[in-house]
């Protein structure tokens, strides 16, 4: 072999081989959603970190925990994955799992080092979560692991209130049986008992105070009459929609997203059309607005005292952002500008779901 020949070899040794292109946010929480266990492997391998955080839910292992996908878990776990790790919005792999109602998931988490409870006092956890939701199998789960019955959300409100407010009757009885203390007040200098009557879920109120308050508590709500209201989630058919418009956006093929978008903003419409049952402000988090709604609107913002996960509007700028932004994109499509029609679209739906 001549000498240049021995130069060339050499160099190809040391020449660092080609890597492959690391996601950005959008496309990695969008590949990772559909489940591409074998894609996240070859990212970490070429050095994409482990705590990485996605555009919509966060980290790979808490795309893992929302989607139930235990080995997703498992391989951002190997990585070094920080199982304690926060998203932009406050909340751990372990809430996410309890909202979602992913049981193993949730198991799994906790076997392997997830507390059940925030390190901060005044902040969302794992049992509030479990609890909004309504899934009681769950918040029996997590209580065992030795979660704070009485932990109190950034607002101060307790995992009580979310049960008294939903209606949730079996899952409020269990948290009384346990520890919970009713009588807690949050920021709003309300309690467990205000809650479940405003929402008229008269049998929880009573459960949690003495007959004598409780008549007088009944009288005063048949002499100031109020509209029950409830939590909406958001439909699954706009959760796969807008997934679809990701993905169709990742993959080059404008067309598909903007229908994808324009569609589940439509569903959103039908929603706050034929689901208006009253003034809400709450999913993840806790606050009443006095005045009445103007529309409905689908957001995840789970940790803030003032924003949810499905939620009416209140005539304000924000609402007139979103109209604004949703005008613009459909100028912007009527003039064939298909790109800033997809950018405007995907801006108004992410308002309408996070509340930004």
Do not use: C
């Amino acid at each position: 072999m001549n000498r240049f020949l021995v130069l060339l070899y050499l160099a190809a040794l040391l020449t660092p081989a080609a890597h492959a292109e690391l996601p950005d946010s959008t496309r990695f929480s969008v590949v990772l959603e559909l489940g591409d266990v074998a894609k996240a492997r070859t990212w970490l391998d070429e050095g994409l970190d482990a705590n990485f955080e996605g555009a919509m839910i966060g980290t790979g292992l808490m795309i893992g925990a929302w989607e139930g996908n235990i080995p997703l878990m498992e391989l951002f776990l190997s990585r070094g994955a920080n199982i304690h790790q926060t998203n932009r919005f406050g909340e751990q792999a372990l809430m996410l799992a309890a909202w979602k109602n992913r049981r193993e998931a949730v198991q799994w988490l906790l076997e392997h080092g997830a507390k059940p409870n925030h390190a901060r006092d005044h902040a969302w956890t794992a049992l509030h979560y479990a609890t909004f939701a309504g899934n009681g199998e769950l918040v029996d789960q997590l209580v065992t692991a030795g979660a704070n019955v009485n932990a109190r959300s950034t607002n101060g409100s307790t995992v009580v209130m979310m049960a008294a407010r939903e209606g949730h009757s079996a899952i409020a009885k269990r948290l009384l049986e346990v520890g919970a203390n009713p009588a807690l007040k949050n920021d709003y200098d309300e309690d467990a008992v205000a809650w479940a009557m405003r929402q008229g879920n008269f049998e929880i109120a009573k459960s949690f105070t003495s007959a004598e308050n409780f008549a007088e508590l009944a009288r005063q709500a048949a002499l100031n009459p109020s509209r029950p209201t409830r939590s909406l989630a958001a439909p699954d058919k706009v959760e796969e929609l807008l997934r679809m418009a990701r993905l169709a956006e990742v993959r080059g093929n404008r067309g598909a997203a903007l229908t994808a978008y324009r569609k589940a903003l439509a569903e959103l419409k039908a929603v706050e059309s034929a689901q208006k049952v009253g003034a809400v402000r709450t999913a993840r988090s806790v606050v009443m607005p006095r005045i009445p709604p103007s529309a409905l609107v689908i957001q995840a913002k789970r940790v803030k005292p003032d924003e949810q996960v499905a939620a009416f509007s209140y005539a304000g700028s924000e609402e007139q952002k979103i109209d604004q932004l949703l005008e613009q994109a459909r100028a912007a499509e009527a003039a064939g500008r298909t790109a800033e029609a997809i950018k405007l679209f995907r801006q108004a739906s992410a308002r309408i779901k996070a509340g930004q």
